[in-house]
């Protein structure tokens, strides 16, 4: 039987497109204030029931300025929204995505950091044979 398709893996394959090469992370890097704009992408639970995996993943968004910071977690919640249409690489896997919590700015306490968090909930399917 195949398994799940990794989370994180279908994260930067849905992301990266709209953020650029190398700029979708699973881990926040301790140089984050050199590499902004920066999205910090991974799952932290989520459930299945044998056919369909249920991850719980973030998707954080680092900027510069509040309006880079926004823009940009827009475009990442259009491109989560529109995973389950895209059928190719991993994002084929994808078959729902619902946003549990839309981006919003939250306090970060690094000096010239703005932060956006959101919240998605992922339906995935098994791939491979």
Excluded: I, K, N
Aim: include cysteine; charged fraction near 20%.
């Amino acid at each position: 039987m195949s398994g799940f398709p990794d989370a994180g893996r279908v994260l930067r394959a849905v992301l990266e497109p709209v953020v650029g090469a190398g700029s979708v992370v699973s881990q926040r890097p301790g140089d984050l204030s050199s590499r902004l704009p920066l999205v910090h992408a991974y799952r932290f639970g989520g459930s299945d029931d044998g056919v369909f995996d249920a991850p719980s993943c973030s998707v954080d968004v680092y900027a510069v300025t509040h309006a880079q910071g926004f823009a940009l977690a827009e475009r990442c919640r259009e491109a989560m929204l529109a995973a389950p249409t895209r059928g190719d690489g991993l994002a084929a896997a994808v078959d729902d995505v619902t946003t549990v919590s839309g981006p919003v700015e939250v306090e970060y306490p690094g000096d010239g950091v703005r932060m956006w968090a959101s919240t998605y909930r992922l339906s995935m399917r098994r791939v491979g044979a």
